[in-house]
Nanobody, 116 residues
């Protein structure tokens, strides 16, 4: 049973918006932080954003700061990534992950494609 299930990816034009969702269960539900990473073709996976489950404190990569917003709904065990002002360089597979000391629980990924 997958502990993290992502949804919300798709194709969007540059300047558009998408919202990704990640539903958590099992051990992922009680993790310290949940976050989003992305991997573009031919590139390494990189950190995008994270949120601390207990306090809501957020962390962002410089490349997405002021464009992306991570949030959580504890009642739904779900984390969201609102992505605005999307750019072609945001094209990647986006992965949800959970961390309690290390990022060791991962979702299956969802494709985000931004056309120019």
């Amino acid at each position: 049973q997958r502990q993290l299930v992502e949804s919300g990816g798709g194709l969007v034009q540059a300047g558009g918006s998408l919202r990704l969702s990640c539903a958590a269960s099992g051990r992922a539900f009680s993790s310290d932080r949940m976050g989003w990473f992305r991997q573009a073709p031919g590139k390494e996976r990189e950190f995008v954003a994270a949120i601390r489950r207990s306090t809501g404190l957020t962390y962002y990569a410089d490349s997405v700061k002021d464009r992306f917003t991570i949030s959580r709904d504890i009642t739904k065990n779900t984390v969201y990534l609102q992505m605005n002002s999307l750019k072609p360089e945001d094209t990647a597979v986006y992965y949800c992950a959970a961390e309690s000391g290390r990022w060791d629980i991962w979702g299956q990924g969802t494709q985000v494609t931004v056309s120019s």
